[in-house]
């Protein structure tokens, strides 16, 4: 059983420590070859996470294989941290994504977005000028409203009417339904006289780059997608901090099994 825990824990390591090569060379890879703000904004997070992952599993490895007591101590607090920080962001990303949802629309195959729908905490990500200005710029990027345009060309009006959009389709890609313009092509329509009751009406704009990308509506779309992401994401992060208390458990045995060798 002494063996058995200190060898597990190199064999777990030891894969950590392949994994983190990759990720540090797509991070390094990413920071001198980033074409655009989107993966630019990328790469210190990768390159972060793969450091980490390095130097924790080589002091787990060391630790457990060569029975060096104190960098297994020093894995074991760091595994501890990384399951504290791991349960305090999956607590986290229940409580901000417990809001929000789109508004159904009658004779509307789509929903329709509202900021305020969604929680202050997720509001204020994008009511910053700066940081929509880059998340717009990573809209544009990703040709969102680009495939949106191609791929529903054809399509009359009462087609169109009918179609299930996601949510940056609906709020980024075509103007809202409060403003009653009128239908050309999917990113082309036909302003109709104000004053309007929604002043996602004014911003509104068939140019390519512009659209509703500046849009309230385009926001509460980007909300909607970061929330059921964030949702997927905490459920996933529940599977893995049952495994790294596994490992952290398996990691106090081999911690306990070392001072255990050093009294002999």
Do not use: H
């Not at 825990?5 to 990720?23: V, Y």
């Not at 900021?115 to 990573?138: E, F, H, T």
């Amino acid at each position: 059983m002494v063996q058995c825990s200190n060898n597990l824990l190199g064999i777990l390591n030891l894969f950590t420590f392949l994994l983190s090569i990759p990720i540090l060379s797509a991070g390094i890879w990413l920071g001198k070859n980033a074409a655009t703000e989107c993966e630019r904004f990328l790469d210190k997070p990768i390159v972060v996470i793969g450091i980490f992952l390095m130097f924790v599993s080589i002091a787990g490895l060391v630790g457990a294989c060569c029975r060096v007591s104190c960098l297994l101590w020093l894995y074991l607090c760091a595994m501890f941290l990384l399951i504290l920080l791991g349960f305090c962001f999956t607590i986290f990303a229940f409580a901000v994504t417990n809001r929000g949802a789109g508004e159904v629309l009658s004779d509307r195959g789509y929903k329709e977005y509202r900021v305020g729908d969604y929680s202050n905490w997720l509001q204020k990500r994008v009511g910053n000028a700066k940081n929509w200005d880059r998340i717009k710029s990573c809209l544009i990027y990703s040709n969102v409203c680009s495939t949106f345009s191609s791929r529903y060309a054809t399509v009359n009006v009462e087609e169109f009417y009918k179609t299930n959009l996601n949510a940056l389709q609906s709020g980024c890609c075509k103007p809202s339904n409060d403003c009653n313009f009128t239908y050309v092509s999917p990113t082309n329509w036909t302003k109709t006289t104000g004053p309007y009751t929604n002043e996602d009406c004014n911003v509104w704009d068939n140019r390519p780059g512009t659209l509703c990308y500046n849009c309230e509506a385009c926001k509460a779309g980007l909300l909607d997608n970061i929330k059921n992401s964030w949702k997927k994401v905490a459920k996933v992060n529940i599977v893995f901090l049952i495994f790294l208390i596994i490992v952290y458990s398996v990691g106090c045995c081999a911690f306990r099994n070392n001072r255990k060798r050093s009294y002999y």
